[in-house]
Each structure stands twice: as C-alpha cells, then as structure tokens.
C-alpha cells in the first residue's frame, strides 16, 4: 500500500467531515447516537486554515486526515482514518508524519486529544498518558 499525505484544501471539508464519521463508527456506536453526533463533527474551512491539517491517502484514496492545532500546548487534535485501512499500518506511517511535520514547525512536544477508544493505538506508538477530561 502506497501511503502519501497531502496539505488539506478548504473544498476537503465535506470528505474530512465524512471520514471522520466513518472513523467514529468503527466503534460501534449505534446509528441513532452517530447521526445525533453528526452536526458536531462536521470539519470546518476555519479549522483548515487555522491548523495544520493533512490529508492521508493509500494507493491515492482519501483514507483519512489529522489536524495539528498550534497552542500553549501544541496538540495532535485530529487523527481519523477510515476503517477500511485500520489495522493496516496506515496509522502507524500518520504518527511518523506527524512527528516529522512537528519538527518541521519546531514543535519540541505535543499533547494529544484522543477519544477513549483510541487511547490504546497511541499508547502503543510511544504516547504517555497524563490526564483524562471526560465530556456529555
């Protein structure tokens, strides 16, 4: 599988916003609670030209993107893949991309937001758990 990254445009917001959707639904969550979560994860044209937001392409399909928010700390706030392509490796080259991306931008540190169900995937590529914030 040929993995490549791409910088996000503000006309990606629709397929960003899709696999996002697609990423959350990986795990399991009932079709009624990811339609009521739906309006809220939508990806805006505002977050792309706020933040350093990177489409992630295998063998030239959108497959997913994350998103760098820069800050007091620099956060990882986006990492969404499709679930076609979990388990794959994808996530693991996305991490490297990251880290060499956070370089590039002089990012000695990040923190990360994840949801609780991928804690482990991070966990598992070096991250070091300091707090939960727990949202409705």
Request: glycine share 10%.
């Amino acid at each position: 599988m040929r993995i490549e990254f791409q910088t996000a445009q503000e006309a990606d917001t629709v397929a960003l916003s899709e696999v996002r959707f697609q990423s959350k639904g990986y795990w399991g969550y009932s079709p009624e609670t990811l339609a009521s979560w739906r309006p809220a994860m939508q990806i805006t044209a505002d977050c792309i030209r706020e933040h350093l937001v990177c489409n992630i392409y295998a063998d030239g399909c959108l497959v997913g993107f994350y998103a760098i928010t820069r800050g007091d700390p620099d956060l990882l706030d986006h990492l969404w893949l499709v679930p076609d392509v979990i388990g794959q490796g994808v996530g693991r080259a996305a991490l490297e991309h990251i880290t060499a991306s956070a370089r590039q931008l002089g990012m000695r540190s990040r923190g990360i937001v994840s949801d609780a169900d991928a804690e482990g995937f991070y966990l598992r590529h070096g991250a070091v758990k300091v707090g939960e914030l727990f949202s409705a």
